[in-house]
T-cell receptor, first 118, second 113 residues
Framework: AQKITQTQPGMFVQEKEAVTLDCTYD???????LFWYKQPSSGEMIFLIY??????QNATEGRYSLNFQKARKSANLVISASQLGDSAMYFC???????????????FGQGTILTVHP | GAVVSQHPSWVICKSGTSVKIECRSL??????MFWYRQFPKQSLMLMAT?????????EQGVEKDKFLINHASLTLSTLTVTSAHPEDSSFYIC?????????FGSGTRLTVV
């Protein structure tokens, strides 16, 4: 069974508008971490935002926020005020088990290609 | 911040030859390194997990004898694609586990001709 699901292969947004990228996950662990990464055409993986399963507040990092709905097992990424440079592939990923020294592997979703139009 | 230097960034090799990809942690000790493979416009698929000083753990379906992983020191992990074939052409990327997350190498684009 797919552990991380991103159902939007591609998304388009107008510059300066907000966009939501969907991510749902499946785990039986109580402790886990959810990550979002941006991958431009160069291939580098750029960390955007992190949400721990026990975090009560939704994570925010500048223009990025994570809409964490634990009961629905969703962790959607919201990008506000889109910029042309936001055009890239975006991945949702999950680490099962606690962080710190457990060094659990990351499982990635299928990715969403975001295109920002001027 | 923690940096993983991955080399080469791209390589073209002839079918049947071997290619070695290196990932070095520059300012920290990488106890655990993950190796991923990515086809164009697809997800990152975990190939194996390597821990310093021990044998790598390969994911199901990954050929251990074809993709040799060595993690002999806390600052260097290598992936060797042996007897490469055109179907091995892909983007390979390493990632080191940190206490607070993960840091990725810049990736290696392998083309086998």
């Amino acid at each position: 069974a797919q552990k991380i699901t991103q159902t939007q292969p591609g998304m388009f947004v107008q510059e300066k508008e907000a966009v939501t990228l969907d991510c749902t996950y499946d785990t039986s662990d109580q402790s886990y971490g959810l990550f979002w990464y941006k991958q431009p055409s160069s291939g580098e993986m750029i960390f955007l935002i992190y949400q721990g399963s026990y975090d009560e507040q939704n994570a925010t990092e500048g223009r990025y926020s994570l809409n964490f709905q634990k009961a629905r097992k969703s962790a959607n990424l919201v990008i506000s005020a889109s910029q042309l440079g936001d055009s890239a592939m975006y991945f949702c990923a999950m680490r099962e088990g606690p962080g710190g020294t457990s060094y659990g592997k990351l499982t990635f979703g299928q990715g969403t290609i975001l295109t920002v139009h001027p | 911040g923690a940096v993983v230097s991955q080399h080469p960034s791209w390589v073209i090799c002839k079918s049947g030859t071997s290619v070695k990809i290196e990932c070095r942690s520059l300012d920290f000790q990488a106890t655990t390194m993950f190796w991923y493979r990515q086809f164009p416009k697809q997800s990152l698929m975990l190939m194996a997990t390597s821990n310093e000083g021990s044998k790598a753990t390969y994911e199901q379906g990954v050929e251990k004898d074809k993709f040799l992983i060595n993690h002999a020191s806390l600052t260097l992990s290598t992936l060797t694609v042996t007897s490469a074939h055109p179907e091995d052409s892909s983007f390979y990327i390493c990632s080191a586990a940190l206490n607070y997350g993960y840091t990725f190498g810049s990736g290696t684009r392998l083309t086998v001709v």
